[in-house]
């Protein structure tokens, strides 16, 4: 599948029932743009968590770190419409293990201009939300 973004490819990740209400419609997986770390609805998403540092060694190897840090870099479009659910999604990926603004300034400097959004101005922007 293609990113509908840029066109690049994206990797299919399924999402616990318990984090379906941060995915659009009623999908069962999102996938993740290699290239612009857009976020997309998946219905078909593979069985188990694919590696996705393989995204970059930013993102939690972790499962439960990395599927709901998938779900947040996919709202960072709009901090105003998503507040609490990224305020609740970095809540949990803290939990799981990993400092959700470290990953988020690592990313930035890896993809830049590529990404989707101004990855340095949402970490700001995410800092304050914390």
Same mark, same amino acid.
């Given at each position: 599948?293609?990113?509908?973004?840029?066109?690049?490819?994206?990797?299919?990740?399924?999402?616990?029932?318990?984090?379906?209400?941060?995915?659009?419609?009623?999908?069962?997986?999102?996938?993740?743009?290699?290239?612009?770390?857009?976020?997309?609805?998946?219905?078909?998403?593979?069985?188990?968590? $694919?590696? =996705?540092?393989?995204?970059?060694? /930013?993102?939690?190897?972790?499962?439960? %770190?990395? @599927?709901?840090?998938?779900?947040?870099?996919?709202?960072?479009?709009?901090?105003?419409?998503?507040?609490?659910?990224?305020?609740?999604?970095?809540?949990?990926?803290?939990?799981?293990?990993?400092? $959700?603004? =470290?990953?988020?300034?690592?990313? /930035?400097?890896?993809?830049?201009?590529? %990404?989707? @959004?101004?990855?340095?101005?949402?970490?700001?922007?995410?800092?304050?939300?914390?």
């Amino acid at each position: 599948m293609s990113c509908a973004e840029c066109g690049g490819e994206t990797l299919a990740v399924p999402v616990p029932a318990e984090l379906r209400e941060y995915l659009p419609g009623n999908a069962t997986g999102a996938t993740i743009c290699r290239i612009c770390l857009a976020m997309g609805p998946s219905e078909d998403p593979p069985e188990s968590t $694919p590696d =996705l540092t393989t995204l970059d060694d /930013a993102m939690p190897s972790d499962a439960a %770190a990395g @599927v709901p840090m998938v779900l947040l870099l996919g709202l960072l479009d709009s901090l105003a419409l998503h507040r609490q659910e990224i305020t609740a999604l970095l809540e949990r990926v803290e939990r799981a293990g990993t400092d $959700p603004l =470290l990953v988020v300034d690592r990313l /930035a400097d890896s993809y830049g201009d590529d %990404a989707h @959004v101004d990855l340095a101005r949402r970490r700001h922007q995410l800092e304050q939300l914390l």
